[in-house]
């Protein structure tokens, strides 16, 4: 396994969830962490935890971006993990959220954080990484990214984008010595799992991941290195690469 030993590591949506599993993770390896998020209490609180640095950053702001990158650059690690869902959990009655009477607002919400938010990060940090030959960005998409997700297909649309994203930027990065690899966990145990989702996933003999599975599938990601790789865990399977049965050539 990868030793982080005097790396820099900067998470997005660091307060909760993937992104504090992920603080936490890379702290015990040995990484400075800086915690990113929009929730300040919380935020706060891992950074005070891990012993690292908090920010405040709206990853839906590119110009935020742009003046957080110059404050702390530079990072070995970026891990690009702010993410919602379309309602308050991704799981349960696909008939109560009929895809027709989308609010625009919810969908305007969604995208700019799950695709303008990674895409902001994205274009703030390469230039740093690329100048320096060196780094590597997780982002944060998900087991919806690579199945269907018939309650929410926003959500879907979402990491659907970011699995897309990270598999086109993996050879364009590497010729510079930066890597670029999605995260696609199944349901963990996190914020946006509600009680509604649990009963929905346990309805097909199935359960939620605890959180700790998240900063063991990043650490995989960063020790394996494979430009624009997707990497996915869920119950009953173990971390692995996920590549398609008939690629595309």
Known sequence: MTSLKGQR??????????????????????????VADVND??????????????????VTDRSAWEAVIAAHDPFDIVCLNA???TYQHVAGNVSAYPFEHLDDAKYERIMSINVDGVVHGARAVIPGMVARKSGHILVTASLAGIVAI??????GLTKHAMVGLVKSLGPALEP???CISAL??????????????RDFIKAFSSDVLDVSVAGDLAMRALTERIPGSQW?????????QYVPNVPFV
Request: net charge negative.
């Open 83 to 85: 993410g919602v869902s």
């Open 176 to 178: 510079h010595g930066v």
């Open 184 to 197: 696609c966990p199944g349901f963990v145990d996190t914020p946006l799992v509600t009680d509604v989702t």
């Open 232 to 240: 996915t865990v869920s119950h009953g399977h173990p971390i692995q």
């Open 150 to 155: 018939p309650p929410d297909p926003i959500y």
């Open 9 to 34: 590591a900067f998470i997005t949506g660091g307060a909760s969830g993937i992104g504090a599993e992920m603080a936490r993770r890379f702290t015990r390896e040995g990484a400075h962490v800086v």
């Open 41 to 58: 209490g919380l935020g706060k609180l891992i950074a005070v935890e891990v012993g690292g640095d908090f920010e405040h950053l709206d």
